[in-house]
Each structure stands twice: as C-alpha cells, then as structure tokens.
C-alpha cells in the first residue's frame, strides 16, 4: 500500500526530460544504437513486449539525475503507450531494469569504464557493452555481464545472451551507404541477422525465387498437361485404329461368309478346298 501510494506521488515518464540534453559528439553514437534498434524492428515485428532506447533518460531514483546510455533494451515491457510513445524509462513505473545497456566511447570520454559501469551495475543491468572503436591495442569491443553483483568481462565476438535470445558483436559491413565496423545482433549459431537493406534484398532474392518456382511449375503444368493431351490423342488414334481394324475384320468376315455360301449353293463344300 505504501509502495502505491509512493509510486502516485511521483513523477512519470510524461513529466520528465526525455534525456540529459547533452549532444552527442560522436554520429556513431545516433548510428549505431540506430542499427540495431532497426534490426530488432524488423526481427521482432510481432512482439510489443519490448523497448530498445536511444539516448533516453532512465529514472532510477527521484533525487538524482537520471542516466542516459547510448542505447538499452528493456523485455517484458510495453513498447508503446500511445500514439507519443516512450518519452523515457522510469523505473518506479517500469518495474523492470533494462536487460542490456549500450556505450558508444568518443573522443570526449563520459565515464563508460567507471561511473556509468558502476552505476548500471548497481541498477542491476545485466549485459553491459562498450564499444570504443579507437582502440589499437585493447579489445574494441568489451561485454560485461553481471554475475553476483560484479560486471564479469566476457570475452566472445559475437556473444550469445540466453537471457535475452539475442547474442551481440561486431564486424565489417555497410550500413547507410557507410562501410566500416558496425555492432549487430547474431542467433544462437553466430549467425548475423540482416539490416533492413539487406532484408529487404534478400526479400526480393526469396520473391524472385518463389516468382521463379511458380513459373517453373507452371510450366512443368503446361509439359505434363501437353504431354497428357498427346497421350490421349495417341490413345484415341489407336481406339480408332482398333476400330477400324475391327470393321475391317468383320467386313472380312462377311466376305468370307457370303463366298461360302456361295460355294455351298454350287454344291461345294469350303472346308474342302
């Protein structure tokens, strides 16, 4: 009762900054969390009980300022509320701690390697990924995953998330025209699901396939169908043939037939000759 009562005097999503206004100073920062949410889009069309934030305040506390990653995906919450969606993530509303958080590192260093682990750490965030692509010497990409308490550093590319059925990394590819290292989302078998220009591609791979299929069993229709129209024809040319075959015979017959009676009426017996 306490706890409802509490949750009714604070603030919502509506009454909150969206984010901390700080700029971006990295477009890796917009494009990155932008790819993969646009992934999930397409991938996870059907289900509404997911949200993947880009550059949106999470509320974890009334008395302080909220955090704001790069990008985060929360499960088992509703996408949208209405046609305004999701101005940002309260947690005294949500319920629910975001599964995954997202840090693109810039030239202008914003804590990911301190504070803002500690702080997602604290909040319980299961997965948390760094991506600094001005690394040389270290891993560009690091995952941590929180195991008792602590951010465990994990160390496969991509790597496979159980919790979220989803695994996360990194690899060349081209995305808005651009090629360099991108983050995507992989299956269980260290598959890459496409971009949205690759699905659409390979949407139109599958329909000219099927389009082809179709017209290759429509024309094996049209082989078989000739092919039983001729059979038939041969069939009624033979029926015809046996016909006539047939009257011929029996007009042989008659023949024969007519002369014998012939050769009797002179008194000569067929048999005999």
């Known amino acids: 009762m ?12 509506e009454e909150l900054p969206c984010s901390d206004d700080t700029p971006v ?3 890796l920062q917009e494009l990155i969390p932008g790819l993969l949410k646009s992934i999930l889009l397409i991938l996870w069309a059907q289900r509404m009980d997911w949200l993947f934030g880009i550059d949106m305040a999470i509320y ?3 008395d302080l300022p909220p955090i704001v990653p790069d990008g985060f995906l929360s499960l088992g919450v509703e996408r949208c509320y209405d ?7 309260v947690l005294w509303d949500e319920l629910v701690v975001p599964s995954l958080a997202i840090e693109i590192v810039s030239a202008t260093y914003r804590q990911e390697y301190t504070t803002k682990l500690d ?27 929180l195991i008792n308490g602590i951010y465990e ?3 496969s590319n991509p790597l496979w998330m159980p919790e979220l059925g989803l695994g996360i990394g990194y690899e060349r590819g081209d995305y808005g025209g651009i090629t ?6 992989y299956d269980e078998n260290n598959q890459r699901y496409p971009t949205p220009t690759e699905w659409v591609k390979l949407e139109q791979q599958r329909t000219k396939l099927e389009i082809a299929k179709t017209r290759e069993a429509q024309a094996e229709f049209q082989r078989a169908q000739a092919e039983s129209q001729r059979a038939q024809a041969e069939s009624q040319r033979a029926q015809a ?11 042989a017959q008659e023949r024969a037939n007519r002369l014998a009676t012939k050769l009797r009426d002179l008194g000569i017996d067929p048999d005999d000759i």
């Open 180 to 185: 360099r290292e991108w983050l995507y989302w």
């Open 153 to 155: 550093l994990q160390t």
């Open 241 to 251: 043939e046996s016909q006539q075959a047939q009257a011929e015979s029996q007009r």
């Open 25 to 27: 100073d990295s477009e």
């Open 2 to 13: 306490f706890q409802s009562e509490l949750r009714r005097c604070l603030p919502s999503a």
């Open 60 to 62: 974890f506390d009334p």
């Open 83 to 89: 046609e305004e969606l999701q101005p940002s993530y």
């Open 119 to 145: 702080r997602y750490a604290e909040l319980g965030i299961l997965y948390y990924v760094i991506y600094n692509s001005q690394r040389r010497r270290k891993p560009k990409l690091e995952i941590y995953k």
